[in-house]
C-alpha cells in the first residue's frame, strides 16, 4: 500500500489507517492529518504554513488549549468513530470537531497560558495581580476540569508542549 507523506505521526497504525481510508492522492492534494498525541506541536505548526487544511486528531483538553489559536487547524476527538471522521474530513463537518467537557474560565485561561510560556507560581502571580493562594486555586480547578490526573501530569503536559515548541 502507498503510505500518504501528508499524514504526520509517529503511529503506524494511525498512518495506515488513514492510508487505506482515504486515497494518497485526496490526502496529499488537500489535507495534513496529524496525530497530535504521537508528534510534536512544532510539526502541527510547520504544517499550518502549507496552505492546506489541517485535521489534528487530539485525545485530551489540554491540547486542545495549546492548538485552539491556530488557524487552518481543525481538531477531532482522537476516539471519534470512523464515520464521523470522515464526515468531517469530507464534507467539512463541524458538529463532529472536538469539544471539552469543561470550559476554562478566563482567568484559568490566563493561568494556563502564563504555564505554558514557562513562568513560575510567582511570576504568574506578578503578572496576573494575584497571590499564591489564588493561583493554587485556580490550577487545582484547572486540573479538574481538564480531567487530569494530579499537578504533575499538568506540567508534562504543558512541558511536551512547551518542550517542542
Known amino acids: 500500500m502507498d503510505l500518504s507523506d501528508s499524514v504526520i505521526s509517529d503511529d503506524y497504525f494511525f498512518i495506515f489507517g488513514f492510508s487505506a481510508l482515504l486515497s494518497r492522492e485526496l490526502i496529499d492534494e488537500n489535507y495534513y492529518i496529524v496525530d497530535v ?10 504544517s499550518v504554513c502549507q496552505g492546506r487544511k489541517i485535521f489534528a486528531f487530539i485525545s485530551n483538553d489540554v491540547d486542545y488549549y495549546a492548538l485552539q489559536h491556530l488557524e487552518n487547524v481543525t481538531l477531532i476527538d482522537r476516539r471519534s468513530p470512523v464515520k464521523e471522521v470522515l464526515s468531517c474530513l469530507l464534507v467539512n463537518n463541524s458538529r463532529f470537531n472536538y469539544h471539552v467537557k469543561y470550559k476554562l474560565s478566563a482567568r484559568e485561561n490566563e493561568v494556563l497560558t502564563c504555564m505554558q510560556q514557562g513562568l513560575d507560581t510567582q511570576q504568574i502571580g506578578e503578572r496576573l495581580g494575584m497571590n499564591m493562594k489564588t493561583f ?8 479538574n476540569k481538564l480531567q487530569i490526573s494530579n499537578r504533575i501530569t499538568l506540567y508534562k503536559n504543558i512541558a511536551r508542549h512547551r518542550a517542542i515548541s
Do not use: G, K, P
Not at 498525541?37 to 510547520?46: F, G, H, L, P, W
Not at 493554587?136 to 486540573?143: D, G, L, P
Open 136 to 143: 493554587y486555586a485556580h490550577r487545582t480547578r484547572m486540573i
Open 37 to 46: 498525541e504521537t508528534t510534536s506541536y512544532a510539526q502541527v505548526t510547520d
